[in-house]
Every structure is written in C-alpha cells, then in structure tokens.
C-alpha cells in the first residue's frame, strides 16, 4: 500500500509493448495526494447524469492511499428527475481528448452487479464513437470474472446507425479479488485489449479515427447487470494508476487536444 502523499513514479516506464513511445502527461496519474487533478479530470461527466436509475454523485469520487476510487451506493439524492433514485454512482472525465495511443490501469473494480468501467468517447455533429477497455460487473452472478470488451459507432460520416463490435474474455482469477493491468493499444489500424501484458482481443480500425475523451465510471445497467443489490453497498472501484503514452516511430498519433465545449448537447450512452 502507498502512503498517502508519496509518489509512487518519478519517471514515467515505456509500456510493455513493442515501439518507441513518449508519455502523455495530460492523461497519466499516479493519483498520489488527496484530491483529484482538476487540470486532468472532471467530477462527474457534466455532460451526462448518469444511467437511470443511478446519478454519478460527486461525493463518490475519492483520492485517497495513492489511489483513485469510484463508489456506488444505495441512497436516494433530492432535486433529480424521477428517474434516478435509489442508487448513486460515479464518474471521472479527461479535461484532454486523444486519438491513439497506448493506454493502461491498474485496477480492481467493485464486487457489485454495478459496473467497473474504463472508455474511451466523444461525441459531435460529425461523429460519435466510443471503445470500451472493459465493463465489468464483478458482484453480477455469473459474471464474476466475465471482461466485456466494446467498440461502438453511434454516427459518422459514412455510418447512419449504430454499429456495436462486443466481446468477452474469462479471466482464471476473480476481478474483484486484486487488481490487474488492462489496457489498450489504439492506432490507425487495429485496436488491441490486453490483461496483464496479454493479448486477450483485437480488432481492425476501420471507424475509430477521432479524439476521444477518457473516461472511469461506475453504472447501472437494470437490463443487462441487474440492479446491485443494496446489501452489497457501497462497492468501490479502485484504480492505482493510469498511464498513457503516443507512439513516435508511426505517423498519425500525435494528436492530444484540451476538452473544448463543442458537443452537440449531453450525451446518453447506447442501451443494452
């Protein structure tokens, strides 16, 4: 366990994967100290409440022991539309948009059929496309160590619907029980999922070709997870650290820009 206020890095490592890369300092955090980095992210995503019936609640997001950690609860918040009650979660949004890269945490999400989640997204009157690390809904029976990883086009130039790229990997370890390395290498060609250093899904880039934001949350998912039940709250999802780096022996992945208020209004993540 790290103390609090002591860093963890000084100099940031070279990923586990092949290529020469430099550090995007805007989107790596050793979430050493108290509070989160209010240059680097944003508490909760002001651009969406949360999926129903769960708010993201500010209050559930913490920096504490040389972690970041997103908690769900079961309480009810006065002055929201009738549809969020009973549930709270939460949500952490990158200030800075990215496009490629290499990009990995070390994490233990929650033992709650709520979700553990780490996405890329963003959304404007061009296009809309998001990719999913993993969602992961470790207290969901039968999903205890089920890995969800997505890709998802909700609107582009040269797609009108919504196309959706879903797999799933079973890990040999529960997921809440310690925390793993997930990450994901995204250039102009493929995009590939690892755990732990390995390979564990890829896919060719045919669509994911805009900035995106980075985002943590925490969901519910009533017809996919099932609601968490209130005996299993709150559930904290805990991240040691992200780090994120561009290649620079390729062209094209250069590419970091500050969060800028352009979206075509708030987003609601697709349905499952």
Same mark, same amino acid.
Request: hydrophobic share 35%.
């Given at each position: 366990?790290?103390?609090?206020?002591?860093?963890?890095?000084?100099?940031?490592?070279?990923?586990?994967?092949?290529?020469?890369?430099?550090?995007?300092?805007?989107?790596?955090?050793?979430?050493?100290?108290?509070?989160?980095?209010?240059?680097?992210?944003?508490?909760?995503?002001?651009?969406?409440?949360?999926?129903?019936?769960?708010?993201?609640?500010?209050?559930?997001?913490?920096?504490?022991?040389?972690?970041?950690?997103?908690?769900?609860?079961?309480?009810?918040?006065?002055?929201?539309?009738?549809?969020?009650?009973?549930?709270?979660?939460?949500?952490?949004?990158?200030?800075?948009?990215?496009?490629?890269?290499?990009?990995?945490?070390?994490?233990?999400?929650?033992?709650?059929?709520?979700?553990?989640?780490?996405?890329?997204?963003?959304? @404007?009157?061009?296009?809309?496309?998001?990719?999913?690390?993993?969602?992961?809904?470790?207290?969901?029976?039968?999903?205890?160590?089920?890995?969800?990883?997505?890709?998802?086009?909700?609107?582009?130039?040269?797609?009108?619907?919504?196309?959706?790229?879903?797999?799933?990997?079973?890990?040999?370890?529960?997921?809440?029980?310690?925390?793993?390395?997930?990450?994901?290498?995204?250039?102009?060609?493929?995009?590939?999922?690892?755990?732990?250093?390995?390979?564990?899904?890829?896919?060719?880039?045919?669509?994911?070709?805009?900035?995106?934001?980075?985002?943590?949350?925490?969901?519910?998912?009533?017809?996919?997870?099932?609601?968490? @039940?209130?005996?299993?709250?709150?559930?904290?999802?805990?991240?040691?650290?992200?780090?994120?780096?561009?290649?620079?022996?390729?062209?094209?992945?250069?590419?970091?820009?500050?969060?800028? @208020?352009?979206?075509?209004?708030?987003?609601?993540?697709?349905?499952?």
């Amino acid at each position: 366990m790290v103390s609090r206020g002591t860093r963890k890095r000084s100099v940031l490592p070279q990923p586990r994967i092949e290529g020469h890369w430099e550090p995007i300092p805007e989107l790596t955090d050793e979430f050493d100290g108290n509070r989160l980095d209010a240059s680097k992210w944003l508490n909760p995503d002001p651009g969406w409440k949360g999926r129903p019936p769960a708010p993201f609640a500010k209050h559930n997001v913490a920096v504490k022991g040389g972690r970041l950690h997103l908690t769900a609860r079961a309480e009810d918040l006065s002055g929201l539309p009738p549809e969020y009650h009973t549930f709270t979660t939460a949500s952490v949004l990158s200030t800075a948009r990215v496009k490629y890269g290499y990009f990995e945490i070390k994490a233990r999400p929650m033992r709650s059929s709520a979700s553990s989640a780490f996405w890329f997204y963003y959304g @404007d009157a061009e296009a809309w496309t998001e990719i999913d690390v993993f969602e992961i809904s470790a207290g969901s029976p039968g999903r205890e160590r089920t890995v969800h990883l997505n890709a998802h086009v909700m609107r582009s130039p040269k797609v009108k619907k919504h196309l959706e790229f879903s797999a799933r990997w079973e890990a040999p370890f529960s997921l809440a029980g310690g925390f793993h390395v997930y990450a994901v290498d995204w250039d102009a060609k493929r995009i590939k999922w690892f755990v732990d250093g390995e390979v564990v899904h890829e896919v060719s880039n045919r669509h994911w070709h805009y900035p995106l934001n980075m985002a943590f949350d925490s969901e519910t998912f009533p017809d996919w997870f099932g609601l968490p @039940d209130p005996k299993e709250l709150p559930a904290t999802f805990s991240i040691d650290y992200v780090r994120a780096w561009r290649r620079i022996d390729a062209t094209g992945g250069r590419r970091t820009m500050r969060r800028r @208020d352009s979206t075509t209004g708030p987003l609601t993540r697709r349905k499952k």
